[in-house]
């Protein structure tokens, strides 16, 4: 069973994920995100997707990724951030583009974040 503290540091790191996810939103002109809980509903939803699809993405793409030399785990990022427009209402994506650029920053924003309040990423 889950200690008090340990679900306390969950619920932080998925706050600042949520965060992180507004303040990405904010700086893209092609992402909407329509208010705070649906930022961490975001979060939450990447994380989720981070552990599921993303795993079973990158095997079914080893040889294009090797080819690309891993630069095709961006077009799988985006991937997972289109999937998620598609899920949850009041995210809006503009375009692949946009998810691919959106991802790139939030994985940046989300790291500053961690590192700055010294929690570690929750996706």
């Known amino acids: 069973m889950s200690k008090p503290k340990d679900i306390l540091g969950i619920l932080f790191q998925l706050v600042v994920a949520g965060l992180a996810v507004i303040f990405t939103a904010y700086l893209l002109p092609g992402i909407s995100v329509d208010d705070f809980l649906t930022g961490i509903v975001i979060a939450a939803l990447l ?35 289109i999937i998620a427009s598609m899920i949850v209402p009041g995210f809006t994506v503009d375009s692949f583009w946009w998810a691919l650029l959106f991802s790139l920053i939030l994985s940046l924003v989300n790291s500053l974040l961690g590192v700055s309040l010294g929690e570690g990423r929750f996706y």
């Open 47 to 81: 994380a989720l997707l981070n552990l599921t699809i993303k795993p079973v993405l990158i095997f079914l793409t080893i040889p294009i990724t090797l080819i690309t030399l891993g630069l095709f785990l961006l077009v799988i990022n985006g991937f997972l951030v």
